[in-house]
Each structure stands twice: as structure tokens, then as C-alpha cells.
């Protein structure tokens, strides 16, 4: 028989051995010699930090109590794997686009770094992985006690936990604290997991083929046994199946150490391609004689013998001492390698999401070294570590080390698990918001507390037997094992009821209900479009050269300035040829170069990104977000000046038209006045030629001609001054001599004077006389002469035998309307503007002796005289309207 | 045969996603065939469960499927980003 002594001596000798792997394997990532280190094969061999004590002694145990019900926990993680690429490898992606650090922070970083979320989490996190390292100590503890038993040593299970504890403190504190690596990759503590692994595996087997072959007598035999001696039961497929295949497959996700170990360890994405197929396979491995050995137990050793040790009592009932020890070394193995990995996992949570924050705030408010953060990291770490430890040390000395192991695994299994529905809305669901993660997992926490992780302290702590009985306060509603009266028989179906199903429903109705802040949404994008975002982001990551940066700057500085800078450099440097090394001063100046062209934010994630292996952080998103701000202001500027431009350039256009337009009546009105001073001109030649020529002409002849040069010399000086009348009104150069008369006596002027063209036409006109009194302070000549004008056109275009024309007054604000309204034929509308031209005649006038000024000078009097004449649309005849201000 | 850069860029996509919609077909069929009563329609039998039927079965299932996800990460291995 193996003594107590002789398995302390190759525990000690085996951890030295690991001490050595992990110190080895330090050096050499130190030395950039990853080689092997950076293999699939022992990213898949840490992955298996997920088969604990509970694996290698817990199987066998579940296997003799509750047949097959064991393969579940593996079988969940099988499916996980074997469905890598749909959520395994997005989950990698963004832990490595994002710098994750742990679960807490993954949660955390989607919901807008949240801060209280990283807490919520990390503290679920430790009381989840309490009772599972608790779970490790008590079956180390087992495993020690098969070798005290009999012997008169001393050692109480208390003692040998509390060693155990602190000789793991010690060894997680040495390896996992060493360093602050960016990405916290730990090859010393991976490297020798993945021996753990080894060990463990090759353990379990070996145990596993003494059983068939050297004790049962062959596979046959065997399974012969495993009928005979297992537990029968009616069906395999039971809701315990299910339940226990979904919580193990959320586990190998939630599990703060496998998260460590897949995501955060993960140094490259085919890895997990490897793992894909290679863990489910170790798993199978682990399995495939865990229901022999159970059985053989079950057979040969004596009745009451406790299932969990078969693995160790079976070599040892056989008197196989060697092969005891090496299984006794594998469940070692088991037990440590978790301890460590979720110690490092869970004292990385602590530090960085609660000591760090709380020390900033207290102590260093502003501008903290950076040496300072750093030990403060570090010896949170490792206080974390020993306190994380102390925690699952308390936990296995409250329960009594009674429990057996398969129940306490799971009621960490549920704990973890209830980060999942945020976990899955993190990758898939855009609306996932902060507030709906805070509110989902803190219901789900406190649910799993209430109806499984106190219950499983069996009444001695907080919640009392006759509450686990009969309800808080005696309320049946709320048994803690058959909540709001439904009665689910087997605890643990009813936790994770309960607790996942009202998390999923309040994280999924709150975060419908809130909405999302602007770095939530953010990191949403970054999450959910991992895969876009990581392939341009793989262009300028890790590993960037001097030429990779070179062309970069081509690109930005321009193949000259580029390459006039790297030479400055290179010469700094000492090197006539080639390019710079890259150091911080090349760095910044490209920077400040970069700025110039692109902004300054722009720069920096260039450069961050070109040298960082890293992605954009939110703060630099903001700031380009405010450089295309003042970009957009800029374009904006730009777009209202040429607006204006525009709008002058119209104007001018409309300018030069009117100009045109006016140079264009200039000249017609100069070929106007020639052709209206010709014609009588032309008459008067003509006559007086005659007159001096033919001394014969008799006196009535004489009289005649000379009568005719008379009245075309006076119709040309009528044209002479009505020219020079409009041109003096035109300009405004016109002198009126304004005087207090009334509407009447104007009228009554104008009346006179085309009396007798009215009588000989035989035109009748008619005066309504309503506002005929009304007082005017006005040029009455002037006023006359428009009146005398209309009048006279009235009665000279009339077609009719007797034309009529009506004279109306109506005042009008503060203006007085005098309408002239004929029977004539009218004035086409198109006309209507036109007939007020230099010179213009109706087209239908017909017999019309004047030069077409007449209209032309009304106006221009009218509009001397602060009134004005229009031409109105009329049904029958020509209407028009003289506006004169009422003094 | 299509020398269009193009159509032959097209081409690799549609392999990518059929390869990819195949990934997704393993641990469906994993599902089915582990976590639903299927599992006890092939290990039943007359007065309970077929012992060594269930081991097979389960076994065998399990053994497929390391198999399946084998031959499937060699066909995405190429799909992977890494640094």
C-alpha cells in the first residue's frame, strides 16, 4: 500500500516538474520561441481544463449512481464544438478584435463598457466558481484520505484541504501574476495545463484498460457487468437529459475559466478549427471507460465503497500501486489545472473590473503612473487569487465535504449560465441593451441563489431547513424548490427553469422597453459586425514592417515627402541604406505628418491600428466623428457661398437681358422718331421745292401748299415737343405746378377741350358725378392733358357710329379712380402692356393719325403725379383706370 | 471553362457559403440525433433500455460526428482570419 507519504512525495515532485514546464515554456515565449507553445495541439490540450476532478472521479460516481445521465456534460460541449463556426468562432473574433480580457469584460464592452455590469458579472462569476473549486479541494482531498485511511496519521480532510489551497495559491500567484501581457496570454500556465491534460487523459485510459482487460476479463465481460451492475432505467432521453446537455453546452461557453482558456488564450483562429473536432475528441476519450469502471467498482469492491474513488480504489483493491499513483497523479491533475485556470481567470475579473476602478477613484483620482496601476494590478491579482481560493475553501468546510460531486459541479454549471442570454445578445441581438443585461442577469443571479446555490448548503447557511421546507415565513408560493407552487420534481430542472427562463424574459422585455446610448450602439456595431470589421482590420495589423509603414505614408504623404522623411530617420538611425526601424519618434512624426493630411484623429487610428494590433477604440471613433463634424460645417460653408454665387450670376444674367432689352427700344425708338420727323419732313420739302420752283402758281395754289408746309411744320413741332415731354418726364426733370383744384374743374377742362371732336364724331359721353368733388392738390394741365388723351382715344378708335364712353370716380385708399370705359373694340389682352410703348399702335387701329406717344406721356404724367395709368381687362371696349393720390 | 475573374470569384463564394450552411448542418443533425427522443426510439426496447444499443448508439453518434467536424474544419480552415 502506497502511504500518505510516499503520494505527498510525488505530489511534490510532480508540481515541480509542472513549476519547471511553466518556467520553461515563460522563458521561451520571452524569447519570442513560441514554436509548439503556439500550437492547435495545446490550445486543444488547455481546452480541456474543462475535464476537472469532477470528470475524473465525478464520471465514474454518476455513472454508478445514475447510469448514462454523465455523458451529457460532455455531449453539450460536443455540440458547441462541432458548431464552432457559428458561435465559437464569432465569440474568438471579437475577443481578439476587442482586447478581451475575461467574460465580465466581453459583457461589459457590448453594453457600452459598463462598468456595474463588469461587476455583476464578476462577482456571479466567483460565487458561480465557488462551489466548483470547492468541488476540486473536496475530491483532492478524497483522493489523499484513500491513502491516510488506517494509517495513524493525523491529517484531517480540513488540514489536507486548507495545504492543498494554499500550495495552488501559491502556484496560480507564481505563474498567473507574472506578467501584465496586453492580451493576458499565459504560455507558462497553459503549457503546463496542456501537460495536465496529457497526464489526466493517459491516467483515466490506462486505469480504464486495466479494468477491461486486466480485471473484467475482456470488452465482452465487460459489458456483460456494465448490464448487469449499472442502474437500469426505463428511457435515456428524459427532460433531466436535455436539461443537463443545455447546461453543460452553456458552460463550456460561461465558465469563466473556459472562456479564459478559449477565447482569451486563443492565438489564432485555426486553432479553434483544430479544437473543433480534437476536443470533442479528447472528450470522448475521458468517456469511453468511465461506465467500465464504474461497473468493475460496482463488482469487486466492498458494498458501500463510495463511487466517486473507484478510479484510485480499483488499482489500489488490485494492488496496482504504480498504476494507483498515476491515477492519483491524473486526478491531481483534474483538481489543480481548473483551480488554476479559474483562480487566474476570476483574480483578472476582480482587479481589473472592481480594485482597479475603486483604487482610481479613492486614491489616484488624477493622472496615475502607469508603474502605480500596475502594481496595484498585480497585487490585487494575487490577493484576488488567495481570497478566490479562501472563498471555495470556506464553501467545502460549510457543505462538510458531503455532497456528492456530480451536484455540486452543476450548481456552478447554473450560476455561470445565467450570463448566457446577455452573452448571446452581446453577438446576435442589436437591441440587447445595458440595462436589459443589468436587469436579465441580476434576476437570473438571484433566482439560481435563491433556488439552488443556498439550497445547497442543505439548510446550514442563510436559508434555513424549515425554509428549504415550508417557504420564507412560512409562504408555501416561494419554496425555494418548487417556486410559485409549480412542483418540477428534481431541484435542479426546476433552477434552471426558473432562473434562465425569467432571465431570458426580463433581460428581452427590458431591453425592448430602454433604448441604447450612442457607445452602446457603438460597440453593438463592432460586435455584431465582427467579421466585417476584423477583415479590414487584418490589413494593417500585427506584425507591420518598416515597409508596410512606408507605403502607408506613400500613400498619405506622397511618394516624395514619404520617402525624404524615412531617410531623415535612417540616417538618424545610423543606416545610409534602407528603411528606419520603427521607434516611437518615427511613430509620432508620421503621426504629426499623417495629421496634416487626413486629421488628427484619422492619424492616430492609422497608426494605432498599423503598429497597436488593436482595434479603433470609441474615443478615436468620436474624434473622427467630430473632424467629419467640421468637415460637414466646412462642405456646408462652401455650399452657401456658391448658392450666393449663383444667385448673383442670375441676377447679373437678368441685368444684362433688361440691358439688352432697353439698347434694343433705344434703337427702335430712334427709328421711330426718324421715321415719324421723315414723313412731314418730306412733305414740307416737297412743297416748298414747288413753291420756289414754279413762279406760275396762282394764289389759291400758293395758299394751298404754303397751308399744308404749314400744318405739317406744326405737326412736326407737336412731335418735336411731345418727344421732348416724354423725355423730360422720363427723367423726372419735368416741372409741375401743382395747385388745390377739384376732380370737376379738371374734368370739366378736358370736357372743353374735345368738345367739338366729341361733337363731330357724334360721341356720347357720360359722367358719373358720385366723387366728382373731390378736392386734389395736383398739375391740373397735366392732369388735363391725360384726361384729354384718354378721351380723345376713346372717341378716335371707336368703331361704333355713335361711341359712347364712361366716366367713373370711386376713392380707394386714400386714392381717388377715375375709370374711362368705351364701347369700342376693345384692346386684345396681350396688347395691353404693350399699347403704354414709345410709338406702339394697336395691330386693328385703323385710321389712326397720331405718332403713338400719347399712352407713353399719360403714364409717365400719372406716374409724376404719385398716381398711375393702367389698362383693366373689360368685356366690352377698351377700359382704363387713372389712380391719383387724394391730397 | 470560365476564365471571367468575376464568375470564378462568384463561384468560390457560393463553395464558401455551402461550405459554411454545411457547418451549420453538424451540430443540428448532433441535436437531433443526441437531445431529442429519437435517441430513445433507437434504444428501446421491450421491457427498457437496450444496454449496449445505447452505447453504440451513443458512441457511435458521437464518433461520426468528431469525424464530421474533422473533415469540416480542414474545408473552413481556410475561411479563418489570423494573424
Known amino acids: 500500500m502506497l502511504s500518505f507519504n510516499v503520494i505527498a512525495t510525488i505530489c511534490v515532485l510532480y508540481v515541480c516538474v509542472l513549476f519547471a514546464v511553466a518556467a520553461l515554456a515563460e522563458r521561451r515565449a520571452r524569447q519570442k520561441k513560441l514554436g509548439f507553445l503556439h500550437s492547435p495541439l495545446v490550445y486543444t490540450l488547455s481546452i480541456s481544463v474543462y475535464c476537472t476532478a469532477w470528470t475524473f472521479y465525478g464520471s465514474v460516481g454518476s455513472a454508478a449512481r445514475n447510469g448514462f445521465e454523465f455523458l451529457t456534460i460532455y455531449l453539450g460541449p460536443t455540440i458547441v464544438f462541432v458548431g464552432w463556426w457559428w458561435f465559437l468562432r464569432k465569440l474568438v473574433r471579437v475577443g481578439r478584435t476587442q482586447r478581451i480580457t475575461s467574460i465580465a469584460d466581453l459583457i461589459s464592452s457590448r453594453y457600452g463598457k459598463s462598468n456595474a455590469l463588469a461587476v455583476i458579472v464578476t462577482l456571479m462569476a466567483i460565487l458561480g466558481s465557488t462551489p466548483y473549486i470547492a468541488l476540486q479541494l473536496q475530491s483532492l482531498t478524497l483522493s489523499f484520505a484513500v491513502f491516510t485511511e488506517g494509517s495513524t496519521s493525523e491529517t484531517t480532510p480540513a488540514i489536507t484541504a486548507l495545504f492543498i489551497a494554499i500550495g495552488l495559491a501559491a502556484f496560480t500567484i507564481f505563474f498567473g501574476t507574472r506578467n501584465l501581457d496586453?492580451?493576458?496570454?499565459?504560455?507558462?500556465?497553459?503549457?503546463?495545463?496542456?501537460?495536465?491534460?496529457?497526464?489526466?487523459?493517459?491516467?483515466?485510459?490506462?486505469?480504464?484498460?486495466?479494468?477491461?482487460?486486466?480485471?473484467?476479463?475482456?470488452?465482452?465481460?465487460?459489458?456483460?457487468?456494465?448490464?448487469?451492475?449499472?442502474?437500469?432505467?426505463?428511457?435515456?432521453?428524459?427532460?433531466?437529459?436535455?436539461?443537463?446537455?443545455?447546461?453543460?453546452?452553456t458552460a463550456i461557453i460561461c465558465l469563466p475559466r473556459m472562456f479564459q482558456v478559449i477565447v482569451v488564450e486563443n492565438s489564432a483562429e485555426k486553432h479553434?478549427?483544430?479544437?473543433?473536432?480534437?476536443?470533442?475528441?479528447?472528450?470522448?476519450?475521458?468517456?469511453?471507460?468511465?461506465?467500465?469502471?464504474?461497473?468493475?467498482?460496482?463488482?469487486?469492491?466492498?458494498?458501500?465503497?463510495?463511487?466517486?474513488?473507484?478510479?484510485?480504489?480499483?488499482?489500489?483493491?488490485?494492488?496496482?500501486?504504480?498504476?494507483?499513483?498515476?491515477?492519483?497523479?491524473?486526478?491531481?491533475?483534474?483538481?489543480?489545472?481548473?483551480?488554476?485556470?479559474?483562480?487566474?481567470?476570476?483574480?483578472?475579473m476582480a482587479s481589473n473590473h472592481i480594485?482597479?476602478?475603486?483604487?482610481?477613484?479613492?486614491?489616484?483620482?488624477?493622472?496615475?503612473?502607469?508603474?502605480?496601476?500596475?502594481?496595484?494590478?498585480?497585487?490585487?491579482?494575487?490577493?484576488?487569487?488567495?481570497?478566490?481560493?479562501?472563498?471555495?475553501?470556506?464553501?467545502?468546510?460549510?457543505?462538510?465535504?458531503?455532497?456528492?460531486?456530480?451536484?455540486?459541479?452543476?450548481?456552478?454549471?447554473?450560476?455561470?449560465?445565467?450570463?448566457?442570454?446577455?452573452?448571446?445578445?452581446?453577438?446576435?441581438?442589436?437591441?440587447?441593451?445595458?440595462?436589459?443585461?443589468?436587469?436579465?442577469?441580476?434576476?437570473?443571479?438571484?433566482?439560481?441563489?435563491?433556488?439552488?446555490?443556498?439550497?445547497?448548503?442543505?439548510?446550514s447557511f442563510i436559508l434555513s431547513q424549515s425554509v428549504l421546507q415550508n417557504g420564507p415565513f412560512g409562504i408555501e408560493f416561494l419554496r425555494p424548490q418548487a417556486l410559485f407552487g409549480v412542483d418540477i420534481t428534481d431541484p435542479l430542472i426546476h433552477a434552471v427553469f426558473w432562473s434562465l427562463f425569467l432571465n431570458t424574459l426580463v433581460f428581452l422585455c427590458t431591453s425592448l422597453a430602454t433604448s441604447s446610448s450612442p457607445l452602446e450602439r457603438v460597440q453593438t456595431q463592432q460586435f455584431i459586425n465582427v467579421y466585417a470589421q476584423s477583415?479590414?482590420?487584418?490589413?494593417?495589423?500585427?506584425?507591420?514592417?518598416?515597409?508596410?509603414?512606408?507605403?502607408?505614408?506613400?500613400?498619405?504623404?506622397?511618394?516624395?515627402?514619404?520617402?525624404?522623411?524615412?531617410?531623415?530617420?535612417?540616417?538618424?538611425?545610423?543606416?545610409?541604406?534602407?528603411?528606419?526601424?520603427?521607434n516611437m519618434e518615427l511613430l509620432q512624426t508620421l503621426?504629426?505628418?499623417?495629421?496634416?493630411?487626413?486629421?488628427?484623429?484619422?492619424?492616430?487610428?492609422?497608426?494605432?491600428?498599423?503598429?497597436?494590433n488593436q482595434a479603433i477604440t470609441v474615443e478615436d471613433l468620436i474624434a473622427v466623428a467630430d473632424e467629419t463634424v467640421q468637415v460637414i460645417e466646412y462642405s456646408a460653408q462652401l455650399e452657401e457661398q456658391s448658392a450666393e454665387l449663383t444667385k448673383s450670376a442670375n441676377e447679373l444674367r437678368i441685368a444684362n437681358d433688361k440691358l439688352t432689352t432697353l439698347s434694343a427700344q433705344k434703337d427702335d425708338f430712334l427709328s421711330q422718331v426718324s421715321h415719324e420727323l421723315r414723313t412731314p419732313m418730306t412733305s414740307i420739302r416737297s412743297f416748298s421745292g414747288i413753291l420756289r420752283s414754279d413762279e406760275q402758281l396762282s394764289t389759291q395754289e400758293l395758299q394751298y401748299f404754303s397751308g399744308i408746309i404749314?400744318?405739317?411744320?406744326?405737326?412736326?413741332?407737336?412731335?418735336?415737343?411731345?418727344?421732348?415731354?416724354?423725355?423730360?418726364?422720363?427723367?423726372?426733370?419735368v416741372k409741375l405746378n401743382r395747385s388745390n383744384t377739384t376732380l370737376k374743374k379738371v374734368l370739366n377742362s378736358a370736357l372743353q377741350a374735345t368738345q367739338q371732336t366729341n361733337a363731330n364724331a357724334n360721341a356720347e359721353v357720360i359722367v358719373d358725378d358720385t366723387s366728382i368733388d373731390t378736392q386734389l392738390y395736383t398739375d391740373v394741365d397735366r392732369l388735363s392733358q391725360v384726361f384729354i388723351n384718354l378721351v380723345t382715344n376713346a372717341v378716335k378708335y371707336s368703331n361704333k357710329a355713335t361711341p359712347k364712353l364712361k366716366i367713373t370716380c370711386t376713392p380707394e385708399d386714400g386714392n381717388l379712380n377715375i375709370t374711362f370705359q368705351d364701347n369700342g373694340p376693345g384692346i386684345p389682352k396681350d396688347e395691353q402692356t404693350v399699347i403704354f410703348e414709345k410709338f406702339s399702335k394697336l395691330s386693328n387701329a385703323t385710321g389712326s393719325t397720331g405718332v403713338g406717344l400719347g399712352l407713353a406721356i399719360s403714364q409717365e404724367i400719372m406716374r409724376n403725379l404719385?398716381?398711375?395709368?393702367?389698362?383693366?381687362?373689360?368685356?366690352a371696349g377698351a377700359k382704363f383706370q387713372v389712380t391719383i393720390p387724394i391730397k | 471553362m470560365n476564365d471571367n475573374p468575376i464568375a470564378q470569384r462568384d463561384l468560390s463564394r457560393r463553395k464558401q457559403r455551402k461550405r459554411t450552411e454545411l457547418s451549420f448542418g453538424i451540430p443540428v443533425i448532433a441535436v437531433c440525433l443526441l437531445v431529442s427522443p429519437l435517441l430513445n426510439g433507437f434504444t428501446t426496447e421491450s421491457g427498457g433500455t437496450n444496454f449496449s444499443g445505447v452505447i453504440v448508439y451513443i458512441f457511435g453518434i458521437w464518433g461520426a460526428l468528431i469525424l464530421a467536424a474533422f473533415l469540416m474544419s480542414r474545408l473552413l480552415n481556410s475561411d479563418t482570419v489570423d494573424d
Open chain 1, 182 to 249: 496586453a492580451n493576458e496570454r499565459h504560455h507558462g500556465v497553459v503549457t503546463a495545463i496542456a501537460l495536465e491534460a496529457v497526464v489526466k487523459l493517459v491516467a483515466l485510459i490506462a486505469v480504464g484498460i486495466f479494468v477491461v482487460w486486466g480485471v473484467s476479463g475482456g470488452p465482452a465481460n465487460t459489458l456483460t457487468l456494465m448490464e448487469a451492475r449499472l442502474p437500469e432505467t426505463t428511457s435515456v432521453f428524459t427532460p433531466r437529459w436535455v436539461t443537463l446537455t443545455f447546461l453543460s453546452a
Open chain 1, 272 to 348: 479553434l478549427a483544430t479544437a473543433s473536432w480534437a476536443f470533442p475528441l479528447y472528450l470522448f476519450l475521458m468517456c469511453i471507460f468511465v461506465m467500465p469502471i464504474a461497473a468493475t467498482g460496482l463488482n469487486i469492491l466492498p458494498e458501500g465503497s463510495n463511487p466517486d474513488l473507484f478510479v484510485l480504489t480499483i488499482p489500489l483493491a488490485e494492488n496496482r500501486e504504480a498504476l494507483a499513483a498515476l491515477a492519483f497523479l491524473g486526478g491531481f491533475s483534474s483538481a489543480t489545472s481548473m483551480v488554476i485556470v479559474a483562480a487566474i481567470a476570476l483574480s483578472t
Open chain 1, 355 to 459: 480594485v482597479l476602478p475603486l483604487w482610481l477613484y479613492f486614491v489616484q483620482r488624477r493622472n496615475p503612473e502607469s508603474d502605480d496601476v500596475r502594481t496595484v494590478l498585480l497585487r490585487s491579482r494575487r490577493i484576488s487569487i488567495a481570497v478566490i481560493l479562501g472563498f471555495g475553501y470556506l464553501y467545502f468546510i460549510l457543505t462538510g465535504g458531503t455532497t456528492a460531486l456530480a451536484s455540486i459541479g452543476l450548481v456552478a454549471f447554473l450560476g455561470v449560465s445565467q450570463v448566457l442570454p446577455a452573452l448571446i445578445g452581446a453577438l446576435f441581438w442589436r437591441n440587447a441593451t445595458r440595462i436589459g443585461a443589468i436587469c436579465g442577469i441580476t434576476t437570473g443571479f438571484v433566482i439560481w441563489a435563491y433556488t439552488s446555490f443556498l439550497p445547497s448548503f442543505g439548510g
Open chain 1, 535 to 582: 477583415a479590414q482590420f487584418r490589413s494593417l495589423n500585427e506584425g507591420v514592417t518598416p515597409e508596410d509603414l512606408f507605403i502607408l505614408a506613400q500613400r498619405i504623404l506622397g511618394r516624395k515627402d514619404a520617402g525624404a522623411l524615412f531617410n531623415i530617420f535612417s540616417q538618424k538611425q545610423g543606416r545610409p541604406n534602407g528603411l528606419p526601424e520603427i
Open chain 1, 591 to 612: 503621426e504629426r505628418e499623417f495629421a496634416g493630411s487626413v486629421g488628427a484623429a484619422t492619424a492616430h487610428s492609422m497608426i494605432t491600428q498599423a503598429v497597436g
Open chain 1, 710 to 733: 404749314n400744318d405739317e411744320s406744326q405737326r412736326l413741332t407737336r412731335l418735336l415737343d411731345e418727344i421732348l415731354d416724354l423725355s423730360f418726364l422720363e427723367s423726372g426733370r
Open chain 1, 866 to 875: 404719385g398716381g398711375a395709368l393702367v389698362c383693366l381687362d373689360s368685356s
